[in-house]
């Protein structure tokens, strides 16, 4: 996993992942980050296949995640934002 921080924001890129190694990256990503980070956008792609998009949207879940939504720009990006 590749991940960028931006300000308050993290990007992390999960392409060539599987479904499980995906979800534990980012519940540790999600168990480590502090307080001032809101957002964490993942890039999951979508043209080869759902199943990352369908995991991080669907059955991703930690005690920070307040809510998820699809990015209006990008289909290939989720973007979830954090509670404090």
Do not use: F, W
């Not at 392409?15 to 980070?37: F, N, P, S, W, Y």
């Amino acid at each position: 996993m590749i991940t960028r921080r931006k300000g308050s924001v993290i990007e992390a890129d999960i392409h060539g992942m599987t479904a499980a190694q995906a979800r534990r990256e980012l519940i540790g990503l999600l168990d480590r980050v502090g307080k001032d980070v809101t957002e964490l956008h993942v890039i999951h792609g979508y043209r080869g296949g759902d199943a990352l998009r369908s995991m991080v949207q669907g059955s991703l879940s930690h005690p920070r995640i307040s809510y998820k939504c699809q990015s209006l720009l990008n289909e290939g990006e989720t973007k979830i934002y954090l509670k404090k």
